[in-house]
């Protein structure tokens, strides 16, 4: 049976496709990638929650679920049901948190599928229990941003002062993750970054007010604690926590918290994550441990260095963004590839060479350079291996050549990159605040 598309959504797809009049196959790929959440990963159930798989594992990642639904939100403005799933998918992620804050995927019931024999307070509900500071941001992103998109606030009055009280509690425990922290985790008989030293503890780190992180949101294992992408974006989430308790919740006190714990991070990130690189002048690391070792790289999973400003950490143009831009989009980055297709960023989570296409859409997005985002375009319509969907990473040499044929989050993040392209993105976020600003400039 042929699933029906909204027509809130087939307004979007009809709004690429007149801005892209004599591009077929950029028309058919927006098209195809852009209902590939909703046709095939959103699964409604009976109690108003919404089970979300990533593709080709039938688990809900906190992170990839809420990155794979945010350009629906532009649907869920004016279309009830569309904002009805949506809100399902946060009522879900916030259950999810409840049940258990270091947990990263979840099992739609209680089936003990995923990884049980890991080292971990595993129960029948988590698929995996990675913990990852970037999975209890994104639901409070989407949160913030479906409240923006479509003014609704009940789901936020019945669970959203718990789900932050949680979220601040363990990230304030994991400020001092030696002396306070109940997390260990470790995986039998797996390559490293699959699993914790120090019999599940992790690398050992000092308290710098940034807080701690056991894996990347590659899955992988940091190398150093202090995650300094997914830190930017908890100080972004709890300025949004701060406003909600403000706007919807009065509570002040909540608020106070959420401010603080944000102050405190930040001041971390500033006095520890940055150095002064010999070519490329003072930039951002990606991980510390607060002792002055440090990692210089980039991810290409989001939270990523060259996200801030997607995320909202900083502004476009803010100097050492540029800088540890510039470092990141050249060799100096050992996760930088250049190739006959395309130039970009992977990960070491993938093969040497493999670019990912969400990297490129990141790159699009925080560009101010038209020249640039043309140039990412190209790459995209060269590169889905003959397929026309994304993937996790390709061979800049041989895009036939690619992990994961069905991966949502990458094909979320190609229509959100085209739908910027032609002026739209998602209300309240630094996205939609930059396409304001460039229009105002052109004015």
């Known amino acids: 049976m042929t699933l029906v ?80 799933l949506l809100e399902g998918v946060i009522r879900q992620q916030f259950a999810f948190i409840l049940h258990d804050p270091y947990a990263n995927a979840f099992n739609e019931s209680a089936n003990g599928k995923g990884h049980q024999s890991d080292l971990t307070d595993m129960t029948p509900h988590i698929w995996e229990r990675k913990y990852e500071v970037d999975s209890l941001c994104y639901p409070v992103q989407l949160a913030y941003l479906f409240w923006k998109s479509t003014g609704r606030t009940t789901f936020i009055k019945e669970t959203f ?49 940034m807080t ?45 918290e959420c401010v603080e714990l944000r102050d405190e991070i930040q001041k971390g990130i500033e006095g520890y994550a940055k150095l002064d690189h ?63 297709y395309a130039n970009g960023i992977g990960s070491p989570h993938t093969p040497d060479h493999y670019i990912w296409h969400i990297a490129l859409a990141i790159q699009g997005m925080t560009t101010t350079s038209e020249e640039e985002k043309q140039q990412i375009l190209t790459y995209f319509k060269n590169t889905d291996g003959g397929t026309n969907y994304m993937h996790e990473g390709f061979n800049a040499d041989c895009p036939e050549e690619f992990t994961r044929d069905w991966f949502a989050w ?23 605040q930059q396409l304001i600003k460039n229009n105002s400039n052109k004015a």
Not at 311 to 323: A, H, R, W
């Open 161 to 209: 002062q718990q789900v932050i009280e949680t979220i601040i509690h363990v990230w304030k425990t994991e400020q001092d993750h030696e002396n306070l922290s109940p997390y260990q985790f470790e995986r039998e008989d797996v390559r490293q970054s699959d699993t914790l030293t120090r019999d599940g503890k992790g690398g050992r780190v000092v308290t710098t007010g």
């Open 5 to 84: 598309i909204p027509n809130s959504m087939q307004k979007l797809i009809n709004h690429v496709k007149e801005f892209f009049p004599g591009d077929e196959k950029l028309r058919h790929m927006f098209e195809q990638c852009f209902i590939n959440t909703y046709t095939t990963t959103l699964k409604k159930k009976e109690d108003g929650k919404t089970f979300v798989i990533t593709g080709d594992i039938p688990a809900m990642w906190l992170r990839d679920s809420a990155a794979q639904v945010r350009p629906y939100l532009l649907a869920a403005e004016e279309d009830e049901e569309m904002a009805d």
């Open 278 to 340: 010999p070519v490329h002048g003072e930039m951002y690391v990606y991980e510390t441990d607060g002792e002055g070792r440090c990692n210089l790289m980039d991810d290409a999973n989001v939270p990523s260095l060259l996200s801030a400003p997607y995320l909202g950490y900083l502004p476009y143009n803010d100097t050492t963004y540029l800088n540890t831009r510039q470092f990141l989009l050249s060799r100096d980055n050992p996760y930088y590839y250049e190739g006959k």
């Open 410 to 432: 990458a094909n979320t993040m190609f229509s959100e990159f085209v739908l910027s392209l032609t002026g739209k993105a998602v209300k309240g976020s630094p996205l939609h």
């Open 212 to 256: 701690w992180s056991a894996f990347r949101p590659s899955d992988d294992a940091c190398t150093y604690g202090y995650l300094v992408p997914a830190n930017m974006f908890a100080v972004v989430v709890l300025g949004y926590a701060a406003e909600i308790c403000d706007e919807v919740l009065n509570n002040d006190v909540l608020k106070e």
